[in-house]
């Protein structure tokens, strides 16, 4: 059975627009996990756009599946992850003006840096997982700096506009799942799936765990955020 983490972000970017106390994203991940999540994503930004970071340490205490922490290469946020240690990280690139994260980590171009902090979190006992596309350069640099696993960055099979552009993008989202399982590596995949597009996702090979953040929260505003983490688990069997 895949692992269905899902991501409560937009819970807090209700909240954050207010600047007020509700909605409460502890309080979802509660609900999510009553729904069959397998694990509560959240990404603390530098700019604390979303996720403050008492949300994490909440849910740090809360959590009863796993807690896997997005994060950027920032000292800062290394060290609120050393002390807070998630069951699991998930090194992403960052930007201040994006809306959500475009692209994958260039692991090739900051390998020494993104080595050192793996080694870190890792002696803590956490496990590292990297946000990657899906190239196979990536994936060996991934395995390279001692990764224990990879997240496919499935955006621009999300965003396919024909049959054939889809089906060109799962073919390199299913060799770098091949790739990166030889070279030992935990596959995950996730950013801009749906309930309709999830269907072929989820037949890529050795695929484990996937993200889902933004439309699980949008299918929770007709029916629930336990309704809709049901239903997505559903879709994954």
Do not use: W
Not at 31 to 47: K, P, W
Not at 55 to 70: G, K, M, P, S, Y
Not at 122 to 136: A, M, N, R, T, Y
């Amino acid at each position: 059975m895949i692992r269905l983490g899902v991501n409560v972000d937009h819970i807090a970017t209700v909240r954050q627009a207010r600047k007020t106390y509700e909605p409460d994203p502890v309080f979802a991940a509660y609900l999510a996990e009553l729904g069959g999540a397998d694990q509560i994503t959240v990404h603390l930004r530098e700019d604390r756009r979303h996720i403050q970071e008492r949300d994490l340490r909440i849910l740090r205490q809360t959590v009863t599946t796993r807690l896997n922490l997005e994060m950027a290469i920032v000292d800062e946020i290394v060290e609120i992850a050393l002390e807070v240690k998630p069951e699991q990280v998930t090194l992403v690139p960052e930007k201040r003006q994006e809306i959500t994260t475009e692209g994958g980590l260039d692991v090739k171009r900051q390998s020494k840096r993104i080595h050192s902090v793996i080694s870190r979190l890792q002696e803590s006992g956490i496990f590292v997982s990297l946000f990657i596309d899906p190239d196979k350069e990536q994936v060996r640099a991934a395995a390279k700096v001692g990764a224990d696993g990879i997240e496919l960055h499935t955006g621009n099979y999300a965003n396919a506009k024909t049959d054939e552009e889809r089906t060109s993008c799962f073919e390199h989202l299913r060799a770098a799942a091949e790739l990166g399982h030889s070279l030992g590596l935990h596959i995950a995949a996730g950013h801009g799936l749906t309930y309709t597009n999830i269907h072929l996702i989820k037949t890529l090979p050795y695929l484990e765990e996937v993200n889902i953040g933004h439309s699980i929260i949008a299918r929770s505003l007709y029916v629930g955020i336990r309704e809709a983490v049901r239903e997505m688990k559903e879709t994954l069997r």
